[in-house]
């Protein structure tokens, strides 16, 4: 069963424009949500995360807001830029005593010029 | 240099053959994971260690082994590798110190079973 779950398998996007990343999770014991960005043959890289007591963290571009009653959090990024094209993961510590994280599939995330 | 490292970054191995793969790092973290990733899913926790000597199963840790005689290096290891376990296969560290921190990972090694 799928605790974090990322339905959309690509997103293109105009340069310039608002990307919206989205992801939806099941487990509302989820305290932490972080965002990973990975481009082809590299490992993924932190992006950006935020606390369960928080419904919003900014940090330059990128902008994260959390939904807990929806349960669902997205990942804003103003404005899109080629550099940006990667696959972005949502993940979640996966708790019950076990260390590391839960991630989602992957959004492939295409900025066109 | 990179902070973690993982060698070889590509193998390809026959079915039935053991398989060891490493992860290095100098980042001076407590805490290593390893997970796999398959095509179209994200990273799934095989094993995980908090200290020297310290080794925990994660969500798919059948198959696999793992070793951690360093603060800085830990394997992993296919006793008997099966096609099935091909996919890409990376190293992450973490700082115990801050709690929820980030993760940080390796480049990842490509591992292919015929």
């Known amino acids: 069963d799928q605790q974090v779950k990322q339905n959309s398998p690509s997103l293109s996007v105009q340069e310039g424009r608002i990307s919206i990343l989205n992801c939806d999770y099941t487990n509302s014991m989820f305290d932490y949500f972080l965002w990973y960005k990975k481009y082809p043959a590299e490992g993924p890289t932190f992006l950006i995360s935020i606390s369960s007591i928080k419904d919003k963290n900014e940090d330059g571009r990128f902008t994260v807001f959390l939904n807990k009653s929806a349960k669902h959090l997205s990942l804003h990024i103003v404005p899109s830029q080629p550099g940006d094209s990667a696959v972005y993961f949502c993940a979640a510590p996966s708790g019950g005593g076990a260390d590391g994280l839960t991630f989602g599939k992957g959004t492939h995330l295409i900025i066109q010029p | 240099d990179a902070d973690v490292t993982q060698t070889p970054r590509n193998r390809i191995t026959k079915t039935g053959k053991r398989i060891m793969l490493e992860c290095s790092q100098t980042?001076?973290?407590?805490?290593m994971y390893w997970y796999r990733q398959d095509p179209g899913l994200g990273l799934r926790l095989i094993y995980y260690?908090?200290?020297?000597?310290?080794?925990n199963k994660g969500e798919i840790s059948d198959g696999y082994s793992v070793s951690r005689q360093a603060q800085a290096k830990f394997s992993l290891s296919l006793e008997s590798a099966i096609p099935n376990q091909t996919a890409l296969y990376f190293c992450?560290?973490?700082?115990?110190?801050?709690?929820?921190?980030?993760?940080?990972f390796g480049p990842g090694t490509r591992l292919t079973v015929l």
């Open positions: 260690s908090f200290d020297v000597k310290d080794i």
């Open positions: 992450a560290t973490s700082d115990a110190r801050f709690y929820r921190g980030e993760q940080f």
């Open positions: 980042k001076g973290h407590d805490r």
